[in-house]
């Protein structure tokens, strides 16, 4: 008797010491849960601020006044404008169609010249290392 008595001691010490460490593990949790939501909440008003801020300096009559204190600029006339005929010849194309590009070929050599194993002088050759 005296031997399952102390066995039925023992599991509820050990139901005990188990619903003690699962409150500590759910008031931890919730203590992150709180802590994070403060963080969003935080975050969340800085973004405001910067929202703001960024409609302040953003504002189209704050912007046209900057412009008309620091920069020269004059209004558009309608002359400055001039017809398509005018504009000047495409330049000719050098590379023939069907052919490759030359400036990717000279990329290419220039990667392949890296890629390879060069000795520059300024670090040793590989042989001398040993």
Do not use: C
Not at 53 to 81: C, F, M, T
Request: glycine share 4%.
């Amino acid at each position: 008797m005296r031997f399952i008595h102390l066995l039925v001691i023992g599991a509820l010490v050990f139901a005990a010491a188990y619903v003690y460490r699962i409150k500590m593990e759910s008031t931890s949790r919730t203590e992150r849960v709180l802590r994070l939501n403060a963080e969003i909440r935080e975050q969340r008003d800085a973004i405001a601020v910067l929202r703001a801020e960024w409609a302040k300096l953003d504002a189209p009559l704050r912007l046209q006044g900057l412009a008309e204190r620091h920069l020269a600029l004059k209004p558009l006339v309608a002359i400055q404008y001039d017809s398509l005929k005018n504009l000047p010849e495409r330049p000719p194309n050098f590379a023939k169609p069907g052919t490759a590009d030359p400036i990717g070929a000279m990329i290419e050599t220039i990667d392949a010249a890296a890629d390879s194993a060069t000795v520059t002088g300024s670090v040793p050759a590989p042989e001398d290392q040993q």
